[in-house]
Each structure stands twice: as C-alpha cells, then as structure tokens.
C-alpha cells in the first residue's frame, strides 16, 4: 500500500500565502511525477501544478495558467515529499488540494494514489 498525506492548508486573506506539504511513504518502487491538483465546489478537478522524477526530466515542473508566477511546487527525493507554495493567493483560489503520485509500485504494477485532500479557502 502507499499513504500519501497532505497538510497545511486553511484560511488566509487576499494576497496572501500558504504553504501545502505533501508526503508518499509504503510500496513505492519508482516514482514518475507528484502533483497537486485542486476542485472547486461545483467545478472538475484541475492539474495545479507537477513535478517530474524521471531521469532525464527529473525537476521539470508544469503550472496551470492560473496559478503561473504565483505557485511554486518543489521536492525533496529522500523523503518522497513534495510541496506547494502558494503566494499572492486569490479567491478563486478555494478548493479542496488533492496531491498524487505517479509511478510503479514495482517494476511491473502502476501506481496511481490520491491523498485525502486538504482544504484551502481565502476570504476576508
């Protein structure tokens, strides 16, 4: 089994900034990208932003238009972990942030995992 396990979300005003932390541990054998995404009541989910592993491309980062100049997403190899910094937030910006991993749990079976979500709201 792999857990992957998101925190630091909650309430901030316009303008301001949050950071999300993403953790994979388990059955893990090689991992392709950790993303966030996020869902907006009454919306899809939509890809926020990724990161690559591969070699080769590892490092390579992806950004929704939205969140372009305003999120950064980076990683940490050792601890499986991946996070979202998130400056000059809107309201728009609420949802639920989902992070995924991507990769194999062995040489020969996918992985495919999704956290639990954690919540991100900004208002005055």
């Known amino acids: 089994q792999v857990q992957v396990v998101e925190s630091g979300g909650g309430l901030v005003q316009p303008g301001g900034s949050l950071r999300l932390s993403c953790a994979a541990s388990?059955?893990?054998?090689?991992?392709?990208?950790m993303a966030w995404f996020r869902q907006a009541p009454g919306k899809d989910r939509e890809l926020v932003a990724r990161?690559?592993?591969?070699?080769?491309?590892?490092?390579?980062?992806d950004y929704a238009d939205s969140v372009k100049g305003r999120f950064t997403i980076s990683r940490n190899d050792a601890k499986n972990t991946v996070y979202l910094q998130m400056n000059g937030l809107k309201p728009e910006d609420t949802a639920v942030y989902y992070c995924n991993i991507r990769g194999y749990r062995t040489p020969f079976e996918n992985l495919d995992a999704w956290g639990q979500g954690t919540q991100v709201t900004v208002s005055s």
């Open positions: 388990g059955s893990i054998f090689s991992i392709v990208h």
């Open positions: 990161v690559l592993w591969s070699v080769g491309s590892a490092g390579s980062t």
